[in-house]
């Protein structure tokens, strides 16, 4: 090959890099640019949309990191509200004690900074319902069923109108009758005892549940239980009040006719029903009921949480926070009562015991402020204390001898006898 034709394939060869090469940079495709934020590619709201999946496909974990670093990313997106909230019901869909009691803390803390949102009602609902899914049973600790009582309450103070009022009212209604029946089963305990002191217990118990919860399954037992026990303790016209609310507030209960011969032979005026609680009544026994079959009891046996079957579906629950003591069931038992205390004889704390008033010592024998108890003691009551004090002196020297007799006689003992006491 000569050197003019090397020349010309090295031309050809130069020309074609050359088209190539610029083809490269001008006549290929153009890179994407990366994504800005506030541009169309919106990366807060791809975080968000991404999370969300997560949430839904059950990965809570990796949700609430890409929720995080959206809102740490992003302190003045549109979506922080939403984030916030999504890390609430990540740990609520993720349920157990360590996922709803999360779910209640971020859930507080989405009401502190965006309390006036519609959202801030459904935060709210979420708090209640994380106390209310770890409700235990009636004879178990309800620290759960309070705190789920006081959230719900706050939920229909604050958030009447919304869509989530109805269904938090039953849920209170729900939680009431958990808390009643606690109540309930303790007082009629003592009730069944048949004692003037299983008497004074059961009344303290049950005044209240009668007091709280008029909706209660039971609350017409409840009433006659708390008559019964002051009429035997011979409080017939505090006995009588709560046989009247029977016939009154509850007048469809198979107790209604007991309850009037009650009062009849008191000689109280039998009163009629209340126009009111009859309508309840009559509402509240036309709603359909879920059938309980002894394979449901026995199924129930089995259960964690109460079972709210038999909670009223009628009627406004109780509003009134259960910090607030009842005023008639604080009179009921000051009247019924007296606490008297007397001092311990080993040095500890006095005890209290209850007395009744009958029994009480008159306000006119107690002694005066900066007067001594033995110089306002007549001296007829000085000398009963005397004659009192011997026997109990004398008990006392006994227990001394039995105690230095029992040591002496381990004294006594030698060898392996000494060693093992029998």
């Known amino acids: 090959m000569n050197t003019a034709t090397r020349k010309n394939t090295l031309a050809v060869v130069l020309l074609a890099a050359a088209m190539l090469c610029g ?14 934020a506030g541009t169309s590619a919106e990366p807060d709201k791809v975080l968000y949309e991404t999370a969300m999946t997560d949430i839904g496909k059950g990965r809570h974990t990796i949700a609430r990191l890409t929720l995080q670093t959206l809102i740490n990313s992003y302190p003045d997106s549109e979506y922080l509200a939403k984030a916030k909230l999504a890390v609430c019901e990540s740990y609520y869909k993720e349920g157990g004690t360590s996922g709803f009691t999360q779910a209640a803390a971020e859930c507080k803390d989405f009401i ?11 935060a709210q609902n979420l708090i209640a319902m994380s106390h209310y899914r770890r409700m235990e049973k009636p004879d178990r600790d309800r620290t759960q069923a309070r705190l789920a009582e ?13 869509k989530y009022a109805a269904e938090g009212e039953q849920r209170l209604r729900e939680i009431q009758e958990v808390l009643a029946e ?9 009730y069944l005892k048949d004692t003037p002191n299983g008497y004074r217990a059961s009344i303290f118990r049950l005044a209240d549940v009668a007091d709280r919860y008029p909706l209660y399954s039971q609350a017409d037992k409840t009433l006659w239980m708390l008559g019964d026990s002051l009429q035997k303790m011979e409080k017939s016209q505090m ?12 007048p469809l209960s198979p ?16 009163p009629q029903p209340d126009p009111n609680a009859l309508a309840r009544m009559q509402k509240e026994a036309n709603m359909p009921r879920e059938s309980r079959s002894l394979t449901k009891r026995a199924l129930g046996l089995m ?12 009627g406004p629950p109780n509003m009134t926070p259960p910090t607030e003591a009842p005023a008639e069931s604080l009179v009921a038992n000051q009247n019924l009562m007296v606490a008297t205390t007397t001092p311990a004889s080993n040095g500890s704390q006095p005890v209290v015991v209850p007395t ?21 003691t007549p001296p007829a009551a000085e000398s009963n204390t005397a004659a009192s004090s011997q026997p109990a002196q004398k008990g006392e020297k006994e227990v001394k001898e039995n105690q230095k007799i029992k040591e002496s006689s381990s004294k006594r003992k030698t060898g392996l006898r000494k060693i093992i006491p029998w």
């Open 23 to 36: 083809g490269c940079l001008f006549g290929g495709k153009k890179q994407a640019a990366a994504p800005v």
């Open 112 to 122: 502190t900074f965006f309390p006036f949102l519609e959202e801030a009602a459904y």
């Open 150 to 162: 006081q959230e719900f309450q706050e939920l229909l103070l604050k958030y009447a109108n919304s």
């Open 182 to 190: 606690g109540d309930f089963r303790i007082g009629r305990f003592y």
């Open 239 to 250: 006995a009588a009040k709560y046989f009247e609310r029977i016939v009154k507030d509850y």
């Open 255 to 270: 107790l209604v006719e007991d309850s009037k011969e009650r009062l009849t032979k008191l000689g109280v005026p039998i």
């Open 303 to 314: 259960r964690v949480g109460p079972d709210v079957s038999s909670a009223a579906r009628v």
């Open 356 to 376: 009744d008033p009958s029994s009480a010592t008159p306000a006119s024998n107690q002694p005066a402020a900066g007067t001594s108890a033995s110089s306002a």
